[in-house]
T-cell receptor, first 116, second 119 residues
Framework: DTEVTQTPKHLVMGMTNKKSLKCEQH?????MYWYKQKAKKPPELMFV???????INESVPSRFSPECPNSSLLNLHLHALQPEDSALYLC???????????????FGPGTRLTVL | GNSVTQMEGPVTLSEEAFLTINCTYT??????LFWYVQYPGEGLQLLLK?????DKGSNKGFEATYRKETTSFHLEKGSVQVSDSAVYFC??????????????????FGQGTILTVHP
């Protein structure tokens, strides 16, 4: 299995809602990532998990809360979002977070989030 | 810090035309270089990669050569198809043992080039 899966594919939420995005990989990768991508722009890194521990937080607002329950799963909990948070949220994984090999990242198809 | 600069788009070509998308980078040490492609409505797919100077990455008729002397990783394809229409991102990843070693796990992307191929 060489796939990163993400659910849901689309999500519409109000500013007072609480929702979660889910990401799963079964490639044995030990690094997982959340990115935010606006239309026609490159992905912007939000969080990196290495061996299930948060290793990088790119100064993301606290209304985004990541969670890594195990080595295969990555969640992004959303609360009190703003309309400007509407974007494509991409999950990715890579094999070796220790840096001993090049960092090829495998991306999921993304969740398209709309905040009303 | 690390940075990647891609040629400005959008690029519009006729089917079977030759494609070049320029990519240059700035990085400390010896980064790994990647081209990712994003088809409409989808996530990013790794198109090809190169991990050291003079390496040539190739896939689906696309090629790119890691040129350390010119800090470039230009993407080429001899004959494009309508199905190649997508956004192409050049990216680099810092590797350990250099000043950017603490930034492993981070990809630095170029701004992306939109390619449209007409029949």
């Amino acid at each position: 299995d060489t796939e990163v899966t993400q659910t849901p594919k689309h999500l519409v939420m109000g500013m007072t809602n609480k929702k979660s995005l889910k990401c799963e990989q079964h490639m044995g990768h030990r690094a997982m990532y959340w990115y935010k991508q606006k239309a026609k722009k490159p992905p912007e890194l939000m969080f990196v998990y290495s061996y299930e521990k948060l290793s990088i937080n790119e100064s993301v607002p606290s209304r985004f809360s990541p969670e890594c329950p195990n080595s295969s799963l990555l969640n992004l909990h959303l609360h009190a979002l703003q309309p400007e948070d509407s974007a494509l949220y991409l999950c990715a994984s890579s094999q070796d977070p220790s840096g001993s090999s090049y960092n090829e990242q495998f991306f999921g198809p993304g969740t398209r989030l709309t905040v009303l | 810090g690390n940075s990647v600069t891609q040629m400005e788009g959008p690029v519009t070509l006729s089917e079977e035309a030759f494609l070049t998308i320029n990519c240059t980078y700035t990085a400390t040490g010896y980064p790994s270089l990647f081209w990712y492609v994003q088809y409409p409505g989808e996530g990013l797919q790794l198109l090809l990669k190169a991990t050291k100077a003079d390496d040539k990455g190739s896939n689906k008729g696309f090629e790119a050569t890691y040129r350390k002397e010119t800090t470039s990783f230009h993407l080429e394809k001899g004959s494009v198809q309508v199905s190649d229409s997508a956004v192409y991102f050049c990216a680099l990843s810092a590797r350990p043992g250099n000043a950017g070693g603490t930034s492993y796990g981070k990809l630095t992307f170029g701004q992306g080039t939109i390619l449209t191929v007409h029949p």
